[in-house]
């Protein structure tokens, strides 16, 4: 209890003599010094730099526990004092100072003195012995509260910094003499840039506004309090600032200051319009004063200037005063703002202006280390951000309760989206859709950007019918541009930004961002420059200078307008002086796509209040011209008027290269509505000394080429493991529509957690592999695109994404293959209006005839008109149909244009679809859209190779899932001949231009989620193109072979036989070993059969090796033979029985003979593949097209819609008491033998959609045998596989796992009580972890009276695992009926 109350009332002290602390620090130090020492006969000066001596005062303290001080004889203090210290000094500090050392000394004191008496020994002993026990207790007891006020010390100073503000005059004292200097910099740096930020806030009336005079004073702004925050990261500090700004208050100044004191002036010409005589206006602003509470955040780092950046902003709004002269303070010195409400808009308006810029939640960002770098300029632009918007959803929500114009009359929209940077000046505008609530823009606007740490403010405005009125504003939506700093993620796509109108989201904007960073050079440690990468867009700033030698009128007042392909850029504000020799000084910046086709116009016009402005002079030039020469004419470039000289402008250009690659006409925009030109084949080879980044792993980088077209990732080829110099030999296909289409072939790096990372990539001119070529007729010739001579084969060299040379080399082989083009209708063009036709033919060509030709290919040539063409415009021959139609099924080759509509679902979604065309990975991915209804409306194409067995698919997946992710809410698949009928038929009826040619079609695979998809098609033929068998889709898959019988075998035994087993090697791996059957020489093999993948059917070599069985004296060949396995050896989807015969062998005779079954497949060769076309199964080639009916959403909900596709067929087994529909939807039919059925893909995956079918009471006795091409999802590639069995959902039998295949066996079987009523029965084959969850490889289910009949005592299945591509499971079925 005593030791609390001593604690509290040191605390109270120390309190007390903090203040007094912070009190005396403010006093001179001489009179402190004074004051200490005051009443002392002699006054002993301290030592510099040793320690302070400290003295006993006669005042009472709370360090002296004996108060001693109030003792009148001094001298048995010190006596006391001296004993106490003489025990601190030779005690160890380990023997007294605790409160365990005190009891210990009381209990010590209590026994000595019992025994002490007990001894019989004297009192002044005693008195001895507890007289030193009191000098220990005391000392010991001072030094436990000495460290006692330590940590209450500490523990109130942290308080005091947590909770409290402290006054920084030494901050305040350095202002007061940086001030000088930084001032007029920082009004210099206002004065040049404030203009241009004024002016967008102008109202009508004013003109422009020229800020004229402005200081800020002698006396520097004020701060008053710091608080500062602790918990921050280690390299940042944060702190709240309380800052004033009151120059006008002298109290504080000395005389000195007072003599050399200015006050601030702000002087400001307002120009009024010409409705108003275009006077101009003097406004004078005076006694300005400030108060503000703002957060500060200062981030280090640790190079020079090690302040990295500087972050501001308000917590609350400012307080601010001032006065403001209309006519200044020597014509009419009034402050207007005694006029009610005037200073309370102004007041308003200062907020509307300073809020998006730094009040809270929004930040002012000053990048330090780029200011010192001399890199930083606010009123230049270092980066081109490309913003698309696509479209938003409908605005139905304006009109209703909460939205911006619900007090209205329902009225429709003539939206538009405005960009702003934080709210503030104007960016750029999209096109305006009239009168819709759906609006689609599909625009692209390049926004000019000097840093990301702002927000850029997407507003949606409605366009008012008078043009004097200002535009609705209805909603604005953000987008955080800090999102795009970073080099792996300045590419946004599919962004749906919520459009809000106050707080409420109203709709959502379908956005795609891109940002271009301004190339600069760099600079090395050796002192080196590099220079920046030349390229042909850019960010061009143009700076009018002055003129001079103006002709005209006198008494001129000149302006200067610079116009940049016919839209004006920059426009000079008037010479405040009539002069003919003006000086502006003002820049502009625009951003460039393409520098040979920039033209440039400037004009010098004299301002006219009353008339029409007159133009003084003009000049133009092409952009190339006006870089190449201005150096030589340092500028001045010549007026003319009637071609007459009449003066000269100074202008300068600056070029400031920006990469934007994959740049094509409409950068941005979703889908390819232009049609293919051709394709280019692409064949990539190898590449060599690859940039490694897997270093941290100890490993070497996963590399794998990509292609790009814009944005979208159209094909790429496998991953090879832990590879610097990689091997690929595979050919790619990419449709491209204009010979300004750059491809960007990109080596990657495979990441299967994180985001693949680029080791450099090579752009690919298509200029130099397509040419332009154009008919010889007199009027309006024919048009098409043709390969050049040239064919790219070589290394090239990779260059990092910003286009500086990198590391690596790349080789690869590019060249053209063109579409199908068609003469023109001469008969029918003569028919329109010339007018047309000439514009036509004077425009730029930018679409070809072939690409026009190509959207006509449906319609007939009509034969009273003209007679149809045999050659297409390439020389290649045309193929037509009996009723003189295009036969496009007859062309092999070509590309599939596919145009995605919407997509409808039973529940609200987030996703996207993505296209894939014989391949394992997307070519295409469309925005990513929510609601039940996806309006996408996008086109794109695939390179189809061979329309018999090609196949595509379009798969749905959630906007959070990528292609490393197998989710998917849906997928349609179809094989591409069965697509190509359908849109023969649909020329046939002459329905290809109209808009009912789309069909709806059932998407398979999504569970509870049911959903359906609008699709329509084309397809553009190759004009003389022929497949490479080694490119064929037929060139890989997987090979059943069935080892059945041999043939009069060699004899190896004694007793005139052989013990003979048969292995089997491909491309010199052995792939699979027989059984051995004893003592024969024509053996017979039952159930021998292996799958073996095959990655080139053209170079494979298959061969087998036949051997003598040998227990002791080893095994003995007795002959080998081999086969091709290309041409007709083996064929696709339909046994073959071979006889291969033996050699090799002395005395060899006899034949193997092997069934083979070819069934071509797309090979997995990552787990990360999640197309559903990797599968081993077959396009029907007869079939017929069919869609779902054109129903609602309403019928998709309501319940389960049959499942079409274009090909069905209808499988029947027996005498056709089951039948079965089954979708060819990428899947195909081969009958074998009733005992070997085919692989029949379905759509059924979650056995809620089984058929009604019953049979008979009994028992159903299941084995499970094997399976085979299962996907891999572990580390080495392979599975640890096992099946779960359920019937009738409930789980009846569990496998043992396999580890480690891909083609499991397990040989076990178990027998379950069934009825005849319909009973579903689930084979679901998971990978088992042993420390995680185990992993779906693939799941059938069946209703088993479709597997098996009841009067059917076996049956003996391969059954496809869905989704489709996951593998087959080999199962045998025995029904016994009671």
Known sequence: MEHEENVIRDKSILNVDNNKNKNTTTGAPDE?????????????????????????????????????SLASNSNAARVLTTLQDFIEEKLPAAFYGEWYHNAIALLATALLTFLLGKLGSELGLVLVFCFLLAIYFQASTRRYRRNERNNLQRELSKMDMEADEEPVEWMNAFLGKFWLVFEPVLCTLILENLDAVIGEYLPSFVESVKLTT?????????????????????????????????????????????????????????????????????????????????????????????????????????????NLRPFGTDNLGIDVNVIPGLQTFVRDQAHAILGPMMYLPNVFTFDVEKFFAGELDISQANGILAVTVSSATSLDRVNQDGGPFATRPRHTLNPYIRFSLDGMKELGRTGVRTNTMKPEWNDTRFLLLNNLNGQLCL?????????????????????????????????????????????????????????????????????????????????????????????????????????INGEERIK???????????????????????????????????????????????WSAHLDEMLKFQEENEGWWPLTMNDEPVGNVRLSAQWKPVIMPGLRDGLGGHGYDAPPIGVMRLTFWEARDLRNVENVASGKSDPYVRVLSGHQIRERTSIIDNNLSPEWGETLYVPVHSPKENLVLEVMDWNAKSRDKSLGLVELALKNLVQLRVGDQSEDPDKWYEATDAIIDQWTLLRSTDRRPGKGELRYRAEFHPTLALPKFRQLLQNNDPDQSEEQDTSDVTTTDSEQNAQKQNKEFDENEQDLPLQDLHGGYIKYTPDDLIDIAAYSSGVLRIKIHEVEFSRHVYAYCQVVADALLPQYKTARLKGRRLAFGEMTDVFIKETDISRVAIEVKPATADEKDDTKLGYWIDGTKGIIRHIQNKRREHQNDEDDTSDWFSLFGGGETQGRIRLSFDYIPMSTFVLSPDESIDNQGTLTASLIRGIDLMAADKSGTSDPYVVFTVNGERVHKSQVMKKTLNPVWKNEQFTVPINSRVTASFRIEVFDWNQIQGDEPIGSGGITLRGDMVESFASKDVNIPLDGVAGVTGSIRVRFLWQPQLLVKRKTQTSVLGSTTRIGTNTSMSSTSSGGLGEIASGPKPMKSMSSLVLSEGDGMHSRTVSEAGSGILKRSSTDLASIATTIDDGKHLSDTTGAAGMLTVKIIEARGLQGVD???????????????QQVHRTKTIPKTLAPTWNEEFTHEITDQPTSIQFKIKDFNRFSRSVDLGVSCWNVWDLIRANQAQTDRWLPLDPVGSGEIHVILEFSPK
């Not at 020079?304 to 972050?311: D, S």
């Not at 008037?574 to 951003?591: D, L, M, N, Q, V």
């Not at 580390?1275 to 959902?1289: A, F, L, N, Q």
């Open 1275 to 1289: 580390k080495s590639g392979t599975s640890d596989p096992y099946v779960r069995i359920r019937i009738d959902g």
């Open 214 to 322: 402005l200081t800020l004073g002698t006396k520097p702004f004020r701060i008053e309090s710091v608080k500062t925050y602790l918990n921050t990261d280690p390299d940042t500090v944060c702190m709240d600032w309380r800052v004033s700004f009151i120059p006008s208050d002298r109290t504080d100044l000395t005389p000195a200051q007072l003599d050399r004191q200015v006050n601030p002036r702000i002087k400001i010409n307002i120009h009024m319009a010409k409705s108003l005589m275009g006077v101009v206006l003097p406004v004078e602003v005076e006694d300005i004063s400030f108060h503000g509470h703002m957060r500060v955040q200062i981030r280090f780092m640790n190079k020079f200037p090690y302040a990295k950046v500087f972050e501001a902003s308000f917590l609350n709004k400012p307080d601010f005063d001032y």
């Open 32 to 68: 402190t010094y004074a004051a200490s020492n005051f009443g002392h006969e002699e006054t002993l000066l301290p030592t510099i730099g040793a320690f302070p001596v400290l003295t006993h005062a006669n005042v009472t303290s709370w360090l002296d526990p004996t108060f001693v």
């Open 459 to 563: 507003e949606l405005c409605s366009q008012t019918q008078n043009p004097d009125a200002e535009d609705d504003r209805v909603a604005t939506s953000y987008f955080n541009l800090r999102e795009l700093d970073d080099e792996d993620r300045n590419e946004q796509e599919g962004l749906d930004l919520a459009l809000l109108h106050k707080g409420n989201s109203i709709s959502d904007l379908k956005v795609d961002m891109r940002y271009f960073p301004v190339s600069k050079p760099v600079k090395h440690e050796d002192g080196t420059v590099d220079p920046a990468p030349e390229s042909n867009s850019a960010v061009l700033r143009i700076t009018v200078h002055d003129c001079q030698n103006l002709q005209g009128p006198s008494r001129i007042k000149p302006y200067v307008r610079v116009i």
């Open 572 to 618: 000079t504000s008037s010479a405040w002086h009539r002069t003919t020799h003006p000086a502006y000084e003002i820049s502009g910046e625009t951003a460039i796509l393409d520098k040979s086709e920039v033209f440039v116009r400037v004009e010098v016009k004299d301002r006219s209040t009353v008339h029409k402005d007159v133009l003084l002079g003009a």
